[in-house]
């Protein structure tokens, strides 16, 4: 069974601070991680994808992946009230088919 | 604004009700997906498309029917469905799923079963 685990939180970091969400997987034929961002009552929206070991920054967005200890994660800096979310980590690869599986997701709350 | 649209964004249906969710995308992608989603759960895969043909049916029960009438167009055609299956419905499209490349998702049908 491939499984994502993530924190469930709640997460609380004042503003302006660094958020670090956290995620670990199972599979490790794993190739592809992805992290999206879900509003209370709104549907994901993609985020940051990374696929190499290393980190991919995108504005205030770092993702960080790590293979070999099968973890990925997520840094938010300068992090604002308006990114208070869930963050949904989600793994995909080609063992299984064409499945993203998704983590339970981390709930973040960023205090003004 | 998502470019994936869904309709309708709420629906309420009744158990013996037969009813169906629409989902468009005009981003070329060859790769369509249903999702459903309970409150504080991740997003469960239903259905997976790939070049408009099903590829993926993860055991979903027989009164979900997925159809792709084309590359563009995807819907899920409810009937007899039971109060558990409320839930948000979510539609997501990707370039190709070989390659499992980014799933990018609509805006969401809530469905309500009385």
């Known amino acids: 069974q491939k499984e994502v685990e993530q924190n469930s939180g709640p997460l609380s970091v004042p503003e302006g601070a660094i958020a670090s969400l956290n995620c670990t997987y199972s599979?490790?034929?794993?190739?592809?991680f992805f992290w999206y961002r879900q509003y209370s009552g709104k549907s994901p929206e993609l985020i940051m994808f990374i696929y190499s070991n290393g980190d991919k920054e995108d504005g205030r967005f770092t993702a960080q992946l790590n293979k070999a200890s099968q973890y990925v994660s997520l840094l938010i800096r300068d992090s604002q009230p308006s990114d208070s979310a869930t963050y949904l980590c989600a793994v995909g690869g080609n063992t299984g088919g064409f499945k993203t599986i998704f983590g339970a997701g981390t709930r973040l709350f960023v205090k003004a | 604004d998502t470019e994936v649209t869904q309709t309708p964004k709420h629906l309420v249906m009744g158990m013996t009700n037969k009813k169906s969710l629409k989902c468009e995308q005009h981003m070329g992608h060859r790769a369509m997906y249903w999702y459903k989603q309970k409150a504080k759960k991740p997003p469960e895969l239903m259905f997976v498309?790939?070049?408009?043909?099903?590829?993926i049916n993860e055991s979903v029960p027989s009164r979900f029917s997925p159809e792709c009438p084309n590359s563009s167009l995807l819907n899920l055609h409810l009937h007899a469905l039971q109060p558990e299956d409320s839930a948000l419905y979510l539609c997501?499209?990707?370039?190709?799923?070989?390659?499992?490349?980014?799933?990018?998702f609509g805006n969401g049908t809530r469905l309500t079963v009385t």
């Open positions: 997501a499209s990707s370039q190709r799923t070989e390659t499992n490349s980014p799933l990018h």
């Open positions: 599979d490790r034929g794993s190739q592809s």
């Open positions: 498309y790939s070049y408009e043909k099903l590829s």
